[in-house]
């Protein structure tokens, strides 16, 4: 178990959170994961609810496609996208050629009359992936989870130590899996802030 540190020395930090690296299950490996995206033909979906990983796992993809030669550029549809950028998004796309790879994470707030261009759009680039909350019109890649376990490692890494007897799983079970948020809570713990309700999530239109 860890103890209590100052903000100043908040483990649960964002600054100590991006330098986080994904943790894959035991039996997956990124050459294991490079080998089937390449067995995809370079097509394919990161799957998983909110929070569970998907754009870090994202963004460390794209560090192992330069390696082998791609030239990966990660789009976002993050937070409230208007109809105008979602619309305007195929003639960016359509300017990545191969070498070119894109990444496109969010595209769970593409609707079906977005996704055709889109999709089109990113025909002549070297590969196409997505992040998606659940499986949809590509294969899929890899389906990131969370669970106690999980949250036990991070927080070893970031802490020191794990959580208290039961309580990774409480905190996923009140944060509905979500990780990010569970991280959320223990800074705001570190700082002596007061812990508010999570905000329940707006729906969103699945790609």
Known sequence: MFSPMTQSANPFASSNLA?????????????????????QQYCAAIV???????????????????????????????????????????????RV????????????????????PIRAAASQAAGFVVTVHRTSRLP??????????????????????????????TLLIRHHGNVRAVFAELSARWGGEPVEAEAEAAPVEEA
């Open 140 to 169: 899929t890649l890899y389906e990131c989870e969370t669970s106690p376990r999980l949250l036990d490692e991070l927080s070893l890494e970031l802490a020191g130590g794990k959580l208290p007897f039961e309580e990774a799983e």
């Open 97 to 116: 050629l191969k070498p070119g790879f894109i990444l496109l994470d969010g595209a769970e707030q593409l609707s079906t009359r977005h996704w055709l």
């Open 48 to 94: 998983g609810r909110q929070g569970s990983g998907k754009t870090k796992l994202l963004e460390e993809l794209a560090e192992h496609l330069k390696e082998r030669g791609f030239k990966p550029e990660i789009f976002r549809l993050a937070g409230e996208v208007s109809m105008r950028e979602k619309e305007r998004l195929p003639e960016k796309l359509r």
């Open 19 to 39: 330098r986080l690296q994904y943790h894959f299950p035991p039996g997956v490996s990124w050459e294991s994961l490079l080998e089937k995206l390449e067995g």
